[in-house]
């Protein structure tokens, strides 16, 4: 959808109610991009336990810098 639709917030208020009722649940996006950063950021500030995978080439070769605030969720995908 459109910027500024509510996609990120409906996202992260979905994954905190089912987090309140310890459901298991995977939010898969294609690609690594912004927008998947600021759903992590959400999700953080949001204090629900998640993670997220990128590719060591996104990481660390373009957008490294994408992901100061949401490191210790982070997992790349060759490690």
């Known amino acids: 959808g459109p910027p500024g639709t509510g996609k990120t917030s409906?996202?992260?208020?979905?994954?905190?109610?089912?987090?309140?009722?310890?459901?298991?649940?995977?939010?898969?996006?294609?690609?690594?991009?912004?927008?998947?950063?600021?759903?992590?950021?959400?999700?953080?500030?949001?204090?629900?336990d998640f993670r997220i995978f990128v590719s060591k080439e996104f990481h660390c070769e373009w957008h490294e810098h994408l992901y100061g605030e949401i490191k210790c969720h982070l997992i790349r995908t060759d490690e």
């Open 10 to 48: 409906t996202i992260a208020a979905a994954l905190e109610c089912w987090q309140m009722v310890r459901t298991p649940a995977w939010v898969i996006a294609h690609c690594s991009n912004v927008g998947v950063q600021n759903i992590a950021e959400s999700l953080s500030k949001r204090g629900i």
